[in-house]
């Protein structure tokens, strides 16, 4: 009878064999879990940079595509400045472009000047587009960010011979040939690029 009492229980040594293998694999489930969240989130914050680089570099594309000059009309430019914003590379690009009219705030012409260049702010990097109907009589427009993020902004033209990194029409009296704009993002803390090539194809009005 003594023999049965002594094998119903378990010993104090079993018990904490028990506890710290229910703690490890419980330490390991838990990292484990926690990791994939990590994964995934990391994984959904590059697939919403990628679509709004996408859309961001669809845009200039367009719009250096669509760039208007003349020489009698000063309101009419393309320029390009190369400046360094803290040791990165950061563009600024004023262009002349068509752009469809909104008719559910103001009446606009189609035609609008738009300044892209580099903004931080908290040390953080983005890139702020500015619009301004050609023929409106506003005077403060605000820049709102195009895209958040990014470590440098590149604009480079071709001339017909060599690309350079600023262009003006007052001076050089005509659009460049082609126009490169370059991206640099920051993925898992490695600087990765991306650029698309334009081409001016309108001219004045």
Known sequence: MSVISRNK???LLEVLIAVVLLGILSAALYGSYFGVMRARDRASAGM???RELGATLDLIR???SSAMFNRSDK???FVVEDRDNFGAQSSTLELTTLAP???LNR????IV???YRMAEKDKKRSLTRQEKDLFSEETSIPAYPQMERISAFLVECFDG???VKSWDTSINGTPPKGVRITIQLEEEGKPVQFSILSNPRVRGL
């Open 9 to 11: 229980g378990f010993t």
């Open 62 to 64: 367009r719009e250096v």
């Open 48 to 50: 919403e940079s990628r």
């Open 107 to 110: 009446r606009e012409s189609g």
């Open 161 to 163: 011979s060599k690309w």
């Open 113 to 115: 000047n738009v300044t």
């Open 75 to 77: 309101r009419l430019r």
């Open 101 to 103: 009219p909104d008719v």
